[in-house]
């Protein structure tokens, strides 16, 4: 019997992929596939007064409510905030989570940032996908998986991001909202209106489509060699 496909979204930080793809992943939910969010850091040194112990606490559990809102099953690496680095040691610890997870679709941060960590997790799970996916590499006896790689749009992502794949999220905008707002950061506290920014981008986009709201995708430009015999 074959598996049920899979979405696995990747992020810097807790909240960096739950409000860029957060819609989309419950849309695949909604149509029958597994979820997962991997957080390689918790975002723990971003509170203007809490220490980095005491926010980290407060992130995970926010990331669990979320991922519970969206369907997914959460998952979180060790790694600190501010200090990621594409190093073998992490790319072979999340290459060897996604052959456990077995994803048909993996979703991280764009290549370029103004945040170090989120360049550093294109580059982790870039590699990680790749490693996963090539039945030579050895981790821990599981099975090679292919999936296919997209990267969301950011706000602290813009440059050079071009969408290429658009989701149309109009149903899942309600619930998704909730979701989003189980991090305080989705509720306004800290100053920057996240929900704000998310929201009016799948609108813009919606309006593109001739919808009410949709998400963007970029991917590599490979990718965007589509066959056509006639168009």
């Known amino acids: 019997m074959e598996q049920q496909p899979c979405l696995v979204t990747v992020g810097a930080h807790a909240a960096d992929q739950e409000f860029t793809a957060g819609a989309t992943l419950l849309k695949h939910v909604q149509a029958g596939w597994r979820a997962h969010t991997v957080n390689l850091s918790l975002g723990e040194k971003g509170h203007r007064t809490l220490s980095a112990a005491d926010y ?5 559990d926010e990331a669990i409510a979320c991922a519970n809102a969206l369907g997914a099953t959460p998952h979180f690496l060790p790694y600190r905030d501010g200090e990621l ?3 073998e040691a992490i790319v072979i610890e999340l290459a060897t989570l996604l052959r ?6 993996v979703i991280t941060h764009w290549r370029h940032s103004m945040h170090a960590d989120h360049e550093a997790c294109h580059q982790i799970t870039k590699a990680a996908v790749f490693r996963a996916a090539i039945r ?6 599981l099975p090679a998986k292919y999936a296919r790689l ?8 813009t440059e050079g991001f071009v969408p290429y794949w658009y989701v149309d999220v109009t149903a899942q905008m309600q619930p998704w909202e909730a979701a989003f707002k189980s991090f305080a950061i989705g509720r306004g506290e800290g100053g920057y209106p996240y929900w704000d920014w998310y929201h009016a981008r799948t609108r813009q ?20 060699w589509v066959r056509r015999e006639l168009l």
């Open 56 to 60: 980290a606490a407060q992130k995970r």
């Open 150 to 157: 997209y990267y969301s749009e950011n706000w602290e992502d």
């Open 136 to 141: 030579h590499f050895d981790l821990d006896g």
């Open 85 to 87: 680095a594409a190093n």
């Open 100 to 105: 456990r997870l077995q994803p048909t679709v």
């Open 205 to 224: 986009h919606g309006i593109k489509l001739g919808v009410q709201h949709a998400q963007a995708f970029a991917v590599e430009p490979r990718d965007m």
